[in-house]
Each structure stands twice: as structure tokens, then as C-alpha cells.
């Protein structure tokens, strides 16, 4: 395929080792500086994902990254704050890396050359029409991640691809390709820099723009968050005081005798 592969092209600067500290983080700061940009372009095309998973996640179905190395790993992160964050239950977003589990804290070796990988790891959880498949890829060229795409696309399911290079394999085969050109690396292909940046960018407003349209927000509060430590009882309690208009001690009480701020609002407006 004819295209060019912008994470690989070299960095706008040379002889990083002979910078000193404050010029290495000036500049690298200076390429961060385009990645909100490149996110903003993308826009339209998060919108139609977003919007696609809304329909499907209020009929029961769910949401899947996969990805292999860095981009796996933030698609396990964005999976892992659904639950803690807006209550829903962890297995409604899943993060799936290439080499299992084994891979977010270790390198496997090969795990992302296998393009049939990702759909047996998808069918391990009765994947159905109703789910939608998200791959993350900064190359746009992981195997794990492509094969992945394609069954799933193939077998009815919508899929979007995440890659920082357009026109790549993944965009291609993914209904919605979400494009982000950030650029070349500070350091020449060290694609956990910009590229990455980029990605966990796209999840966060992928994932709580998913949350907010199907009410899991209310207001600006996440008032279906899990009460699990004293600091989020602490919030939920202010968020209760704040609804209802009632001191602290009061939320506190309403919010332990309901289990959770959305419901003390519900029953006590």
C-alpha cells in the first residue's frame, strides 16, 4: 500500500544527546503542543463512533480495544476507568492486549504478528452485532490489530481504528477511521511519545462522551461513580449537599442510607 508512514519519518531535531535538560524538555513540550490539534481534526469521525456505540451500549452491547504494546496498554487504562469512574460493570469495556495479560507489564515477543489472534481473544467473550471493536495502532500496520478489524468487520460488527497514520492498512479496513497526524517523534519513531498522547486523548472523549449520552452523567457530576475509598464518599457527599440544597452530615447520611448519589437525588428531589 502506497502511503506515508509518518511515525517513522524523523524527528525535527538532531543531536538530541548534545541538548541540555531544559532544551530536551522545551522542545519535546513544543511537539506536544501539536497533538491536541491533530485529536481536533478527528472530531467528525469520533463523533460517528461515539454516536454508533450510544445505540448499541443501550442494547446491551459492549465496547472492545484491542492493541499491542503501548496501545494496548492505554486501551486496558480507558477499560479499567469505566468501572471505578461511572459504575458500569467491568465488563462492558474491555481492554484486550496482544500476548494477554502477561504483555502490560512485559514485552512478548511476536504477540502482535499474529493476525488471527485478536479474534479468537474477541471470541472468547461471545461477541455479537452488538458490540463494537476499536483497534489502536499508532503504525497502523499491527498485525494483531488489522486481523482483528477485519474478522470483526467481517462477521457484522462496526469498527473503528486509532492510528497516527493516514491512509494506513487500519484505516483502511476500519468503518471509521479516526486519523491523527502528529507529526514525527521527538525521538525517531518512539511512538509512546505524540502518537500515544494522541491516543489516550481519543479514549478519554470516546469513553465519557459514550458515559455521558447514556446517563451515567448528570449535570457535570459523576453521580454513578463507585464509592469504594473515602475520598470518593467525600465527593459524593458534596455532590449530594450541592443537589439537594442539605448540609454535609445530611448527604452523608442520604447517601449511605441510597448506595449512590444518583439514586439519594432521584428519591429525595
Known amino acids: 500500500m502506497d502511503y506515508k508512514k509518518i511515525t517513522e519519518t524523523p524527528s525535527n531535531y538532531d543531536h538530541l544527546e548534545q541538548m541540555d535538560t531544559t532544551s530536551i524538555l522545551t522542545n519535546m513540550n513544543k511537539e506536544d503542543q501539536k497533538v491536541a490539534e491533530a485529536v481536533a481534526l478527528a472530531i467528525p469521525q ?52 496482544a500476548g494477554g495479560d502477561v504483555a502490560i507489564r512485559k514485552s512478548v515477543e511476536h504477540a502482535e504478528d499474529d493476525t488471527q489472534q485478536a479474534w479468537k481473544d474477541l471470541m472468547a467473550y461471545d461477541i455479537n452485532e452488538n458490540d463494537v471493536v476499536v483497534g489502536i495502532a499508532a503504525s497502523g500496520t499491527t498485525p494483531y490489530v488489522i486481523g482483528g478489524i477485519r474478522d470483526a468487520r467481517a462477521n457484522g460488527l462496526i ?44 479514549l478519554n472523549m470516546i469513553s465519557t462522551a459514550l458515559m ?15 464509592l469504594s475509598n473515602n475520598k470518593l464518599v467525600d465527593r ?18 442520604l447517601l449511605e442510607k441510597y448506595g449512590s448519589v444518583k439514586k439519594a437525588l432521584e428519591e429525595e428531589s
Open 46 to 97: 469520533i463523533t460517528k463512533l461515539v454516536d454508533e456505540l450510544a445505540v448499541r451500549f443501550l442494547k446491551g452491547g459492549r465496547l472492545f480495544y484491542i492493541g499491542a504494546g503501548t496501545s494496548g496498554r492505554l486501551g486496558i487504562l480507558d477499560a479499567s476507568e469505566i468501572p471505578p469512574t461511572y459504575g458500569m460493570p467491568h465488563t462492558r469495556v474491555i481492554g484486550l492486549i
Open 159 to 202: 469498527t473503528a481504528g486509532i492510528t497516527n497514520n493516514p491512509g494506513s492498512p487500519l484505516a483502511v479496513e476500519a468503518d471509521i477511521p479516526i486519523e491523527m497526524n502528529v507529526g514525527p517523534e521527538f525521538v525517531t519513531g518512539s511512538t509512546r511519545m505524540k502518537s500515544g498522547t494522541s491516543q489516550k486523548l481519543v
Open 212 to 226: 455521558i449520552k447514556i446517563g451515567r452523567v448528570k449535570g457535570n457530576k459523576m453521580v454513578n461513580m463507585q
Open 236 to 253: 459524593g457527599t458534596r455532590y449530594v449537599s450541592e443537589g439537594l440544597g442539605v448540609d454535609y452530615d445530611k448527604a452523608k447520611e
